[in-house]
């Protein structure tokens, strides 16, 4: 059964790949998986057909069949769970992608995500610049102990899996300059980036923001 995702009918991110749709369209992709794009608008996305997908009245969603998820985190890990290519068949190297995974989520996107809040809607207050420092030097912490992890490796844990999938769309969020002072994540998002299932579904959200579609 071919799944139907959710995507922003007008990205605000311009077509980057910023959005969230993007990590779910590389899971497919890399996992050769075919699927189809319903595209909201976002007041859809807070009407009562969206929310009984999503009760955040968010995207991305993810239905197949009579199975509705949301959560970029559920959803990677349902297409990583049912088909070869982003979780390791052993069972402990398995383990230890998922764990990068809810690493991603849970431990590195955070401090990124606060200061995008921070940037966006509290740099006009008397305490702007200082919380816009605080959540870079939070970063910074991260980024470092997890180019410590990477070392020279190309990829979190031997091959490429969900959680690198995760881990480069989190970072990409992040990007210049802060990124580029860690030499080694920048050559990491860009490895992961460069991936061909990457490039397909990038063009698949760019051609959504150019044309709509
Ligand atoms: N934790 C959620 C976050 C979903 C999320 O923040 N989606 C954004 C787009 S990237 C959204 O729908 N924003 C519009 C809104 O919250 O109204 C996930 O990983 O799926």
Redesign the pocket.
Known sequence: MIPTITA?AR?P?GGRG????M?VRWALEETGQPYEVRLVS?KA??EPDHLAL?P?????TYEEGDLAL??????ILHIAERHDGLLPKEPNGRARAITWMFAA?NTV?PPILDRETTALSERGETWGEARLRLTEERIRVRLSQLSAQLGDDDWLDGAFSAGDLLMVSVLMRLGPPILDEFPSLAAYVARGQSRPAYQRAFEAQLKVFREGI
Do not use: C, N
Request: hydrophobic share 45%; aromatic share 16%.
């Open positions: 922003f990205s991110d910023l959005a969230r749709d990590r976002f996305m807070k999503h955040f009245g968010q995207i991305p949301f959560e970029t985190g559920a959803i989520l996107e």
